[in-house]
Every structure is written in structure tokens, then in C-alpha cells.
């Protein structure tokens, strides 16, 4: 797993987990594994294209060039700001990739409407911070 997909999946949970009545709820395994295997599956295409937009976004040409500014303490803010690209673009395609994994999950049947509502309203708030965070390792 790339750092991109590491930062996305993280910023997933994060959502998940701050929806109220999502991160107690108990969902059979293999219910819940198998349209998340499937979309993946069928998402393949997609996902390279959602990277070299990413990638595109930063400004950068090799996920290395992100992970290892990510390694040294840069935010994907910082990547973004120091490849002459605008921040904002970043924001908005994270948040465009999340609300179509959210809007996916909702038609699966794996998010009831409020907890759909609730994350998509949170989404923009939640990507803009992570965008801007620092992490060091």
C-alpha cells in the first residue's frame, strides 16, 4: 500500500469512526467484506487514474516524491505549495474521491442515510484538515 492510499484509507476511518452510531455498530464479516473486495475489484481503472490525479494535484510525477516528504514532516499541504500548485484543487479532489466512495457505500446498503448525510457534510472539513496536517515518523 502506497502512502496516497495510506492517507486516504486513514482519513476514511477517521470519518468513519467520528459518524455517530457507525463505529458501534457490529456488521457480519463476511457481509460487509465482500462489496468492498468486488468494488475494489471493478475500480481498478479508476484507481490508477484517482492517482495520477493525485499526483497530478501535487505536482509531483512518482508517488516516492510524496512519501518521502510525507517521511520528512511535509504536509500534502507543503508538497502542493512548493510544486507551484494550488491547495485548494488538492482539497477538491480528495473530496470528490471520498463523497464517491461514500455515495458507493450508501447504494451498497453500508451506510444508513443520516450516517451518509452526516459524513458528507464532515468530508470537506475533515479533508482539509488532513491535507494541512504534519505527521512525523
Do not use: W
Request: with cysteine; proline share 3%; aromatic share 6%.
Amino acid at each position: 500500500m502506497n502512502i496516497k492510499q495510506v492517507v486516504i484509507v486513514g482519513t476514511m476511518a477517521f470519518v468513519i469512526t467520528l459518524t455517530p452510531g457507525i463505529s458501534g455498530q457490529l456488521i457480519s464479516g463476511s457481509a460487509s467484506a465482500c462489496p468492498i473486495k468486488q468494488s475494489n475489484l471493478h475500480n481498478d481503472n479508476t484507481s490508477e487514474s484517482g492517482n495520477d490525479d493525485f499526483n497530478e494535484a501535487l505536482g509531483v510525477s512518482a508517488d516516492e516524491t510524496v512519501y518521502n516528504a510525507l517521511l520528512e514532516g511535509n504536509s500534502l499541504a507543503d508538497i502542493a505549495d512548493s510544486h507551484q500548485q494550488d491547495v485548494d484543487r488538492l482539497i477538491e479532489l480528495q473530496v470528490s474521491q471520498m463523497q464517491g466512495q461514500l455515495t458507493q457505500r450508501y447504494r451498497q446498503g453500508n451506510l444508513s442515510p443520516e450516517s451518509y448525510s452526516e459524513q458528507m457534510k464532515e468530508l470537506p472539513d475533515i479533508i482539509k484538515e488532513s491535507v494541512y496536517k504534519r505527521y512525523t515518523i
